[in-house]
């Protein structure tokens, strides 16, 4: 929320001459057109999810020196379908003690979520469809992206519902835990997108796209895309943050209960999500449906319009896609309590500062000393200046962050002691020594729990 206001509170101070924040044009977009465009986005979707699983297998296949699926269809593209198939035709189990509306509900909410979320992404520029000359977006708002986060949170409590629901005290847990894991990184994700709102002066997701007709915000916005990349991966539960399948090696997290289509709907959802955060990062870092700058140069810009930006679009949305396999096949899982402590005590200080950096650099350029704030010797230094501040902030937090963890593993080896002699009995448990340490003889209040060790024996 602190990321929200914070964006809130700057954009209309940032915006040239107190414009308002349009949104993309839908005049020419009967209702029935927007229906067929909701139908094509599901139907892409849908595609995409299948070929990116089979994509998934055969990458890491290749990686590990093994074929991956090869033999339903060519290639073994069909395989996917057939898993799907087999989903559908599999027992549908439910535990005695489950809620039974709650737990059909979790993963409904969790499928559909992510489909809602990409409504507001432009797949490409206006085009012309069915006679009618509209873009090639569902929808668009003034506060389109902050609906994207919106809409996130609201598929958390799929998580939620699912372990609770379940009626087990597995499931139950493991949800508490991916549900930290998400809103801890949504913290922020959110954060990295303020610089981005600075940059663009506007929340609508046509228009930050616009905006970067001549320079990508992955250039001038690095860190908050290193930073959005890192919690992409996290809010997704993808290797190396899948600890809430990991749970220790014993159970499957909070779809411990679940299977056949109830399993397979949170399967979908997990990669429709991938897709969504995918889109969200091409919009909002690497310009959208424009075309890379050497081929948008080419023939006054004939690459750069019509169906020529689904094609860039996909291509950078699949290269985001690619980057999620490569770390599922090259990174281990990390722990729990390292992967909380970095995105609490390093991502979230660390994109504080850097909001500060960029929303001083953009006071300097928009306040009383004009453009001219940065310039030297008929030079601009403004970006450099940007730079320098951003830089020298992250570094203090690093080396802040590194103090810290030393300073706190020194308090705890001082107040970790370890007793010479030991009573195994003293908490009614047979409890073994450890290295180093000497038995005691019981006393005479532990023969309660000496009789019972006695019985069992």
Not at 102 to 120: D, E, H, K, N, R
Request: hydrophobic share 50%; charged share 15%.
């Amino acid at each position: 929320m602190s990321a929200l206001t914070t964006a809130t509170t700057l954009l209309p101070l940032l915006a040239s001459e107190g414009k308002d924040n349009p949104v993309a044009d839908f005049s020419d977009t009967p209702m029935w057109l927007s229906v067929v465009k909701a139908l094509f986005i599901f139907v892409y979707l849908l595609i995409s999810t299948l070929l990116v699983i089979w994509f998934e297998r055969r990458v890491i296949g290749r990686m590990q020196q093994r074929p991956g699926p090869n033999r339903n269809g060519p290639f073994g593209l069909l395989q996917t379908l057939a898993d799907g198939m087999k989903s559908m035709l599999k027992e549908d189990l439910k535990p005695k003690n489950a809620d039974s509306f709650v737990f059909t509900l979790a993963p409904l909410i969790t499928a559909t979520m992510c489909f809602v979320g990409f409504s507001i992404m432009p797949l490409a520029g206006e085009v012309n469809l069915f006679g009618h000359k509209t873009p090639l977006q569902l929808t668009d708002l003034p506060v389109a992206i902050l609906m994207v986060l919106a809409v996130a949170g609201v598929g958390i409590y799929g998580v939620v519902l699912a372990g609770w629901s379940s009626g087990s005290t597995y499931p139950l847990m493991g949800s508490l835990r991916a549900t930290a894991q998400m809103v801890s990184y949504e913290i922020a994700m959110g954060l990295s997108l303020v610089t981005v709102f600075l940059y663009s002066s506007s929340m609508s997701s046509s228009q930050i796209v616009s905006s970067q007709r001549d320079v990508w915000h992955v250039i001038p916005a690095f860190f908050a895309f290193f930073v959005y990349v890192v919690t992409m991966v996290g809010e997704t539960n993808r290797l190396p943050f899948d600890l809430a399948e990991g749970e220790g090696e014993i159970v499957g997290g909070f779809f411990t209960e679940y299977s056949g289509m109830r399993f397979a709907m949170f399967f979908l959802g997990e990669y429709i999500n991938m897709f969504t955060v995918s889109a969200l990062a091409t919009t909002l870092f690497l310009g959208g449906y424009h075309a890379p700058p050497g081929i948008a140069a080419i023939n006054d810009g004939m690459f750069n319009s019509g169906w020529w930006g689904l094609l860039w679009f996909t291509l950078k949305l699949w290269v985001f896609m690619f980057f999620f396999v490569w770390l599922r096949g090259s990174l281990p899982r990390v722990r729990y309590d390292q992967f909380m402590r970095f995105g609490w005590k390093f991502l979230i200080p660390a994109t504080l500062a850097w909001i500060v950096a960029v929303a001083f650099w953009k006071g300097a350029q928009n306040g009383w000393m004009g453009t001219k704030a940065f310039h030297f010797l008929g030079r601009d230094y403004s970006l450099a200046v940007l730079a320098v501040v951003g830089i020298t902030a992250v570094a203090l937090i690093i080396v802040s962050w590194i103090l810290g963890d030393r300073a706190e593993r020194r308090l705890a080896d001082r107040e970790i002691e370890i007793p010479a002699e030991i009573n195994p009995f003293a908490g009614g448990y047979p409890v073994p020594p450890l290295p180093g340490q000497r038995l005691v003889e019981p006393t005479r209040d532990d023969a309660p729990a000496l009789t019972k060790e006695a019985s069992r024996g």
